[in-house]
């Protein structure tokens, strides 16, 4: 078995799951314009998939403020895959993660404690706001 390979992590308003497997995803961004500071929002989703694993891992998801390495949330799991071909899709409600400040926000997510994959996560002073 070689490393794992991150397929995707998409940042979305929703993610859903159909009847017949597939998953819906749906408003992705990349920025939170927030009216003031701490701010938290309502929940919102990670769509993780990994492939090339198989037995039991676990994952965790880090959100840490660039700069100030102050972190706004996170959240860790289990999941199992029967061999390497299968691509397991990981469905991650973020029910609440608090940001402190403005700015960049790395999101990064991880399988048994090895990093895999990051992504930034803007977040800024809504315009005409207090």
Same mark, same amino acid.
């Given at each position: 078995?070689?490393?794992?390979?991150?397929?995707?992590?998409?940042?979305?308003?929703?993610?859903?799951?159909?009847? +017949?497997?597939?998953?819906?995803?749906?408003?992705?961004?990349?920025?939170?314009?927030?009216?003031?500071?701490?701010?938290?929002? =309502? =929940?919102?989703?990670?769509?993780?998939?990994?492939? +090339?694993?198989?037995?039991?891992?676990?994952?965790?998801? +880090?959100?840490?403020?660039?700069?100030?390495?102050?972190?706004?949330?996170?959240?860790?799991?289990?999941? %199992?895959?029967?061999?390497?071909?299968?691509?397991?899709?990981?469905?991650? =409600?973020?029910?609440?993660?608090?940001?402190? %400040?403005?700015?960049?926000?790395?999101?990064?997510?991880?399988?048994?404690?090895?990093?895999?994959?990051?992504?930034?996560?803007?977040?800024?002073?809504?315009?005409?706001? =207090?």
């Amino acid at each position: 078995m070689g490393e794992p390979v991150l397929v995707a992590l998409l940042i979305a308003d929703r993610v859903i799951e159909e009847k +017949n497997g597939k998953k819906g995803i749906i408003g992705t961004f990349t920025t939170f314009n927030a009216p003031s500071f701490p701010v938290s929002f =309502p =929940p919102w989703f990670i769509y993780a998939a990994v492939t +090339n694993l198989a037995g039991d891992h676990d994952f965790a998801i +880090n959100l840490v403020h660039a700069l100030t390495n102050q972190v706004a949330g996170g959240i860790s799991g289990k999941f %199992s895959t029967a061999s390497t071909d299968q691509v397991v899709e990981l469905i991650i =409600p973020i029910m609440k993660a608090v940001f402190p %400040s403005e700015g960049k926000y790395d999101l990064t997510f991880q399988v048994d404690s090895a990093p895999l994959g990051a992504r930034v996560l803007s977040v800024v002073h809504a315009k005409g706001s =207090p």
